[in-house]
């Protein structure tokens, strides 16, 4: 009986020391893989793209984890706007490369299916480029942020003022798969909330070139706002094509529900010139913006400056990294680092201080831009004029409102 009972206490003290021998490797364990999955070489490749990867490292750079020990590795994929691409790469890289989280992920379809493979795998999602509110909303789950904007924001920026404005008659150009689908959901339910009416709406697929039979339905709608629930090369296309029509000059409005500054560089002032739209983030808004945008112009592809969704990179990778750093090692655990995350408050010099919440969603203001004219330009890149600015409760969804089951009403 002694003996037995000498042999079970050391069997128990072994099991203890092991168990905090695993600890303490584990609190030890400062080793971090990133991978920035978005669109390489179509139509988000300039709001995204090579260039998304540069302000991820920008981040590591500024994070001051590389001076303390941590190995922070970044790799990067092309999705190709493919769900089953975005999904298999994704599975790869957490089951063979050992990525722990997974940014930027434009295209909404590719995103909700990746923050699916993350909730599985337990990894992180940490979505800017993918706008669909499901992501934070009927979608969301506890591996899973979204930080710099989405179509409720869109929605509530752009198109409650346009309606306001007297804009009370719309008619959509929508990208045919979920981004575009949640875009017009959630702009028509603004419209009508505020006393407007929507008139008609036409798909298109995704990369169209030619948008002539799409144009000529929405003048015949005779509609005074044509609502493009569209981005990138698609949204670019559509305003140009739009301009031959004369669709401004006969009277109708052109909103571009999601316009980035690389959309308007593309353009040009003179026909982008007075388009109304909605952003979270601009380069020239305050000296903190201006100073990374300088920084991060040197080290881009065309010294372009950055777009919304690649400085939400930087900014959701700096609070991702303070996160790890406050816990004092990587858990490799997705759904334990994203509720820590939710603890500590975000605080940028991009986006400046605000909650995580429950659903994932950053709460950041937003601000309602008009493309200046041409004469209005003082200096390159200089292409917006603030309207208005959006708090950050009426950026995002009230929590009252939401269907994110993780959110206790």
């Known amino acids: 009986m002694a003996v037995t009972f000498k042999r079970h206490v050391a069997a128990l003290l072994a099991c203890a020391l092991g168990s905090g021998a695993a600890t303490a490797a584990l609190a030890d364990d400062k080793n971090v893989k990133i991978g920035v999955l978005n669109d390489m070489s179509s139509l988000y490749a300039d709001i995204g793209g090579p260039n998304a990867v540069v302000a991820v490292k920008m981040a590591i750079d500024d994070s001051g984890l590389l001076a303390k020990g941590w190995k922070i590795d970044v790799i990067s994929g092309d999705h190709q706007n493919k769900p089953d691409v975005g999904v298999n790469i994704a599975r790869q890289w957490i089951d063979t490369e050992k990525v722990d989280a997974i940014a930027d992920v434009p295209n909404s379809g590719v995103a909700l299916a990746v923050s699916n493979v993350v909730k599985e795998k337990n990894a992180i999602l940490l979505n800017n480029g993918a706008a669909s509110a ?16 989405d179509t409720y924001m869109l929605a509530n920026g752009t198109g409650k003022a346009l309606t306001k404005a007297g804009g009370d008659t719309w008619f959509f150009l929508t990208a045919d798969y979920a981004f575009g689908a949640a875009l017009e959901r959630d702009t028509s339910a603004v419209v009508v909330a505020n006393g407007g009416k929507v008139l008609g709406g036409v798909k298109h697929p995704l990369n169209t070139s030619d948008f002539s039979s799409f144009l000529l339905q929405a003048q015949s709608s005779k509609a005074k706002v044509v609502g493009l629930a569209n981005a990138g090369g698609d949204t670019t296309n559509a305003i140009k094509q739009a301009s031959e029509f004369g669709i401004t000059a006969q009277g109708q409005k052109l909103a571009a529900l999601l316009l980035f500054i690389n959309d308007v560089h593309s353009l040009g002032l003179k026909t982008a010139q007075g388009l109304t739209f909605t952003e979270s983030f601009y380069w020239d808004l305050n000296d903190n913006t201006r100073a990374f945008s300088k920084r991060f112009s040197e080290k881009a592809n065309n010294h ?39 603890e500590i408050e975000t605080d940028d010099p991009l986006f400046g201080k605000g909650p995580l919440r429950a659903d994932g969603r950053r709460l950041i203001p937003a601000y309602l831009f008009e493309v200046k004219k041409p004469e209005e330009s003082k200096y390159p890149w200089d292409y917006y004029k603030l309207v208005a600015k959006i708090s950050p409760e009426d950026a995002a969804k009230p929590l009252s409102q939401s269907e994110c089951p993780l959110v206790k009403k």
């Open 134 to 149: 499901d992501l934070t909303g009927k979608a969301c789950n506890a591996n899973t942020i979204s930080y710099s904007y």
């Open 304 to 342: 372009a400056m950055p777009s919304m969704t690649q400085a939400g990179n930087y900014a959701v990778i700096l609070h991702y990294l303070k996160t790890l750093d406050a816990l004092g090692g990587n858990p490799h655990d997705g759904a334990k680092v994203v509720a820590k995350m939710k």
